[in-house]
């Protein structure tokens, strides 16, 4: 089995691996101005998905911009998931000679999309391909390729729970305490692997326990509620938007909700066996109150003692651009920021600089401004934890900015493990 790397290789971003110039797992961009696309044009027999994230997904329809049309296959809501994602691009994009698909292409996705549940192996360019849940965000997948000879597990983007339910802070009011993500349950599968590519996002970072981080945001929240300011809690559209509703419905936190993420979070009540706990988004989503966004409403929203819970998560755009400006102000108010600031973007800008720029204004912010790590995806623990079921495999590992670094503490531990290039081919 021969692997070609076309992104995703020692960067964060723009995902794809070619298995044997026939089966293509994930194609998605790297967000950036102009955006990266992976190496190369591929012209697979087959095209197999993690996940509904953009550095996944994001360039799919690209694929069917000729005469050939693969065969798409993924689970029900990452389907979903990457049409909503290429018609907010098309949307923002259309026009840019940047945009790598037209709406003609995205049309196509449907015709060729082929939809699979966990576990329920079938065919995709002459290899059995079978979905495990990798916990990251709803319908994600690890991707077992199996071709007779050499089984290759694709990790995608994955999370681990908690080994053991830490003692919960005090005070803390909101049932038993979640070892993991409240959205979806973690990875527990650990199918049978000669070679694993690995993610390695967190590989440096160990993730404080979950409960711990949510009950310190609870409380930060209701203090700035009971002295009267406004919470603007910038979330990406897809798993986090949803998380952060349930963690203010299950703490009984006023909350609105705006952007992409209250589609999604429609849409997601649709696959109720993709979710943790179905009555618990039905219940969040009743909880909170849906921006329409007409005649002021959000100035007015600004003015109240309530989170906000809208894109985009690092401040490059969506409604957070409009609440800012009308919170910014005032010391009373927050800005809690809930996942990984990318170098280069409005949020990591504000967090070092207490500035943000909009509309080629900067501004300058006294509101509070906080970070809150509730990452989807496995820490070192996590990481390792996973990797100690396959002893003896090969591991290669990929999307991560320190890929050669975690390959090298890997084989001190005696795994076989590497870190392949951009552009490289690999034989497994």
Known sequence: MQLRFLGGAGEVGRSAVLVDDSLLLDFGLLTAEPPQYPVGTPDPDA???????????????????????????????????????????????????????????????????????????????GYEVTFYNAGHIPGSAHVLVDDGETRLLYTGDFHVDEAEAADPPAGFDAGEPPVGQRLVAGSTARPDADVVLCESTYSDVE???????????????????????????????????????????????????????????????????YV????????????????????????RIADQPAAIVTTSGMLSGGPAMTYIPEIRANPVNKLTLTGYQVEGTPGRELLET??????????????????????????????????????????LVNHGDRCDAFAEELRADGHDASAPELGATYSV
């Open 47 to 125: 095209v197999v998905v993690s996940h509904g994230h953009l550095d996944h997904v994001g360039t799919i329809p690209a694929l069917l911009s000729g005469s050939n049309r693969p065969p798409i296959h993924w689970t029900p809501p990452t389907r979903e998931l990457a049409l909503t994602l290429a018609r907010d691009t098309l949307k923002l994009h259309g026009q840019s000679p940047h945009c790598p698909f037209t709406e003609n292409d995205v049309k196509r996705v449907t015709e060729v999309s082929e939809t699979h549940g966990y576990r329920e192996s079938f065919e995709a360019a």
């Open 207 to 273: 993730h404080e326990p979950r409960a711990t981080v949510e009950h310190r945001f609870a409380q930060s929240v209701k203090t700035t509620l009971w002295e009267g300011g406004t919470v603007v809690v910038p979330a990406f559209a897809i798993g986090r938007t949803q998380e952060m509703l349930l963690i203010c419905e299950a703490h009984d936190i006023p909350c609105y909700v705006d952007g992409m993420g209250k589609r999604v979070t429609e849409m997601l009540r649709q696959y109720p066996e």
């Open 276 to 299: 943790r706990d179905p009555d618990a988004l039905r219940r969040a989503k009743s909880h909170a109150r849906f921006v329409t966004g007409r005649d002021g409403q959000r100035q």
């Open 354 to 395: 207490g500035r943000v720029e909009i509309d080629g204004r900067v501004m300058p912010v006294s509101a509070q401004v906080e970070a809150y790590d509730f990452s989807a995806h496995a820490d070192r623990d996590g990481l390792r934890r996973f990797l100690d079921s396959y002893d003896g495999a090969e591991i």
